[in-house]
């Protein structure tokens, strides 16, 4: 790694080749959220596949099906929530809670 990297960066990088390692989606899905989890500082972080349902009328819920429209990352406040897949749809969000450090340049390269 080039010594101008920042610290983020190295995580990222780091968990890109984390998450490349694994084959099975459910660990490729598990090392996305903690991968976004460390580079925002968030306290918690989950993933929200297309068949799940967030609880209607709550903030997360408007957050998620936003993202899940535009494929924007967005963070309101102190949460953080971004779209995971290719371009013929979403199979995922990732929500992550109480984040201290909005990198969205950054989920927006794990995102892809």
């Known amino acids: 790694m080039e010594k101008h990297e920042t ?3 190295q995580a990222l ?3 890109l080749r984390r998450i490349a390692a694994h084959t099975r989606a459910e660990t490729v899905r598990q090392e996305t959220v903690a991968v976004a989890v460390a580079l925002c500082g968030a306290e918690r972080g989950y993933w929200v596949g297309p068949d ?3 609880d209607a009328g709550t ?3 408007s957050i998620v099906g936003h ?3 535009t494929r924007e990352c967005v963070c309101v406040e102190a949460t953080g929530c ?3 897949g290719n ?3 979403v199979p995922g969000v990732v929500v ?3 984040v201290r450090t909005a990198e969205t340049a950054l989920l927006d390269i794990l995102a892809t």
Do not use: H, N, T, W
Request: hydrophobic share 50%.
């Open 59 to 61: 903030p997360v819920a």
């Open 96 to 98: 992550l809670e109480q």
């Open 82 to 84: 971004f779209a995971v």
């Open 87 to 89: 371009g013929a749809g």
């Open 52 to 54: 799940d349902a967030c």
């Open 13 to 15: 990088a780091q968990g």
């Open 7 to 9: 610290p983020a960066l």
């Open 67 to 69: 993202v899940r429209r």
